[in-house]
């Protein structure tokens, strides 16, 4: 029964062995300088991330886009997967980071860029002024 056993093991690793060899494929044996064609799967392309600034001029809650007005033009965006820390107004400047997919301008990053700071106003320096002259000697 042993021997039955170990004959059966050996015959299985050999079947084994036997099919990993025929599982690399053809080697090429004929010395020949061709490179072998190997075939390359491509990642699906990713859509490239873009940024547009301007003036929210449109919310629409039901249809979840937004309509923001640049400097040459109105953009529509799919805003419906966009988590914001606060939702934006008509008026509002905002930045948005955005793909182009299907055809739909979809949102990735809405973001509220703050009022413009203006520069403060120079301090006025106090000068001092001419020194009194000293007072004739009597």
């Known amino acids: 029964m042993k021997r039955f ?3 059966t093991l050996a015959v299985l690793m050999g ?3 036997i099919t990993a060899v025929f599982a690399q494929g053809p080697t090429d ?3 020949t300088s061709q490179p072998s064609k190997k075939v390359v799967k491509k990642a699906p ?3 490239k991330a873009h940024e547009y600034k301007g003036e929210v001029v449109a919310i629409d809650a039901a249809a979840k886009t937004l ?3 640049g400097k040459t033009d ?4 799919d805003v419906a997967n966009v988590k914001m820390k606060k939702e934006p107004k008509a008026g509002d400047k905002v930045l948005v980071k955005y793909a182009e997919k299907d055809g739909k301008t979809i949102a990735k990053s809405v973001t509220i860029q703050k009022a413009g700071k203006k520069a403060p ?3 006025e320096e106090t000068k001092p002024g001419p020194s009194p002259a000293p007072a004739p000697a009597k």
């Open 5 to 7: 056993l170990i004959v």
């Open 15 to 17: 079947v084994s062995l």
């Open 29 to 31: 044996t004929a010395g």
């Open 45 to 47: 392309a990713k859509a």
């Open 67 to 69: 309509t923001i007005k």
């Open 74 to 77: 109105e953009k529509t965006f």
């Open 121 to 123: 106003a120079p301090k």
